[in-house]
């Protein structure tokens, strides 16, 4: 008769770890981390604020650019952006350095804050989505 809890402590703790397992990424803890890392990693470029006053680094901030899919702004963090790209309506034609230092949290806070900020609103890319593209 003792042993009638085991059950339900094994029950319990499938419970638990499913629950941990399936808990949902929160975006709003992600875009707050993604803050700190934009300000280290990609503000002196792309102003706080993500705007472009002198026509030098393209703009973040409403960019049609960031329309294009999650695989591809991560492929933008890891292997850097060259060549000509057109951000809304203007070309750019300069050198963005791989940030592949970062971390996968750090690349996938710093793109959802910048994907959720300053007008923009996007779904959430976690860590293991950039781990996938790292090569
Ligand atoms: C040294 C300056 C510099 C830094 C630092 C930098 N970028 Fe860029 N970024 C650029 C340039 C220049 C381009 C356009 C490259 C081209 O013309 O092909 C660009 C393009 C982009 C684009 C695609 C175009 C757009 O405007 O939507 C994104 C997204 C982007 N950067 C995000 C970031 C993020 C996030 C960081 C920080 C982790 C970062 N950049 C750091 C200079 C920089």
């Known amino acids: 008769m003792k042993k009638v809890w085991i059950p339900l402590v094994v029950t319990l703790s499938i419970f638990f770890i499913c629950t941990a397992f399936f808990q949902e990424y929160d975006l709003n803890k992600s875009i707050e981390r993604g ?3 934009y300000s280290a990693n990609c503000m002196d470029c792309h102003m706080a604020e993500g705007t472009d006053p002198q026509n030098t680094y393209p703009p973040l901030a409403k960019s049609d650019y960031l329309k294009k899919s999650a695989d591809t702004l991560i492929n933008i963090i890891l292997e850097g952006q060259t060549g000509e790209v057109i951000v809304n309506g203007q070309k750019y034609n300069d050198d963005m350095q ?5 971390s996968d949290e750090q690349i996938a806070d710093v793109l959802n804050y910048v994907r959720n900020s300053w007008g923009n609103k996007y779904p959430a890319i976690t ?3 950039v781990k996938a593209l790292r090569k």
């Open 35 to 37: 803050k700190e890392v």
């Open 127 to 129: 860590p293991p989505q």
């Open 98 to 102: 791989p940030q592949n230092y970062l």
